[in-house]
């Protein structure tokens, strides 16, 4: 099963397949709105709860959701949080730096 692993230190996020290996490395950031339920994701690693296909969303790079959708990881009391890419061209803090309401921000090419 694959798992993520997030540092919010160094702002990266790890695709980690299911005999430890990490298949790649990107840019993430949990930069949280001050309007969400939870103040930042723990640093650490997650089980990927959309294992087959990330939840839809409709597709737009400058969307809250990116091209790819969300891709759902367990975090305890905060159903739906996950990883996702974004608001590319946002005027304010564009693309993985874009605040969100608790998810991890990341590249379109993540």
């Known amino acids: 099963m694959s798992s993520l692993r997030f540092d919010g230190r160094i702002h990266q996020i790890a695709l980690v397949d299911s005999a430890g290996n990490t298949t790649g490395i990107w840019a993430a950031y ?3 709105d001050s309007h969400a339920t939870i103040r930042h994701i723990q640093n650490g ?3 990927v709860q959309d ?6 969303h409709a ?3 400058n969307g809250p959701y990116g091209l790819h959708g969300i891709v759902r990881f367990n975090v305890p009391g905060h159903p739906g949080i996950g990883v996702h890419s974004g608001r590319a ?3 304010h803090l564009a693309g ?3 605040p969100t309401m608790g998810c991890i921000r ?3 090419d993540a």
């Open 30 to 32: 949990n930069n949280v």
């Open 96 to 98: 993985p730096q874009h």
């Open 106 to 108: 990341t590249t379109d």
């Open 51 to 56: 294992r087959v296909i990330p939840h839809p």
């Open 59 to 61: 597709a737009s790079a």
């Open 45 to 47: 690693v997650y089980t």
């Open 89 to 91: 061209n946002a005027t």
